[in-house]
């Protein structure tokens, strides 16, 4: 299986539910993203690992939380939502190299998210 | 601060060529980027624009000004499979961070 994988592709939630998004990449990538899509904004960055240390938070609540155990595999904790928390949250991969080749990112298809 | 915008619908119709502008104020400019979003799924990579000029691959170009921090995505021959957000993103200094704006929905009809 090759691309970036996300898992499940839809999760519906209370909010006092604890859920886990699942995100895998097989590109050999050595960055993975975290992003907010909401509709009529921008896609919001959560979260970015590089070689699995976390580099970037940009004041994202603490009801989200990420874990990357290795370079391939990135997870988002879920606790106590809100319903404006719902919104389809993608993850991405890319290749960290600064001034190197232009590689943007790989995206996943994402986890439609609905709290309740 | 960063700001990127572009407009939020446009309509055209099949076989016509369709331009999206994209305009951005971001610290640090290190390339920008096109996706295509179809609904439901993920981003696809378009195009990348580093230094000034048009790239052209295919039906679709891509155009960079960066003394006037202004972009467009050109389409040409359009299909109906075109229909879909363009996502405009910048690539600021530091690290492979990408600022993306709102999107642009494309309606392309028979």
């Known amino acids: 299986e090759t691309g970036v994988t996300q898992t499940p592709r839809h999760l519906v939630m209370g909010m006092t539910n604890k859920k886990s998004l699942k995100c895998e990449q097989h590109?050999?990538?050595?960055?993975m993203y975290w992003y907010k899509q909401s509709a009529k904004k921008p896609l919001e960055l959560m979260f970015v690992?590089?070689?699995?240390?976390?580099?970037e938070n940009n004041s994202v609540p603490s009801r989200f939380s990420p874990e990357c155990p290795n370079s391939s595999h990135l997870f988002l904790h879920l606790h106590t939502l809100q319903p404006e928390d719902s919104a389809l949250y993608l993850c991405?991969?890319?290749?960290?190299?600064?001034?190197?080749?232009?590689?943007?990112?790989?995206f996943g298809s994402g986890t439609r998210l609905t709290v309740v | 601060g960063q700001n990127i915008d572009q407009p939020t619908e446009m309509t055209a119709t099949e076989g016509a060529i369709v331009q999206i502008n994209c305009t951005y104020q971001?610290?640090?400019?290190?390339?920008l980027f096109w996706y295509q979003q179809h609904a439901g799924e993920a981003p696809t990579f378009l195009s990348y624009?580093?230094?000034?000029g048009l790239e052209e691959k295919g039906r679709f170009s891509s155009f960079l000004s960066r003394s006037k921090g202004y972009s467009y995505l050109l389409l040409k021959e359009l299909q109906m499979k075109d229909s879909a957000s363009y996502l405009c993103?910048?690539?600021?200094?530091?690290?492979?961070?990408?600022?993306f704006g709102t999107g642009t929905r494309l309606l392309v009809s028979p």
């Open positions: 991405a991969s890319s290749q960290d190299v600064v001034g190197g080749l232009p590689y943007g990112y790989t």
């Open positions: 590109l050999g990538h050595n960055a």
């Open positions: 690992y590089s070689l699995e240390e976390r580099v």
């Open positions: 971001t610290s640090g400019f290190n390339g």
């Open positions: 624009n580093v230094l000034d």
């Open positions: 993103a910048v690539r600021g200094t530091g690290f492979q961070k990408l600022v």
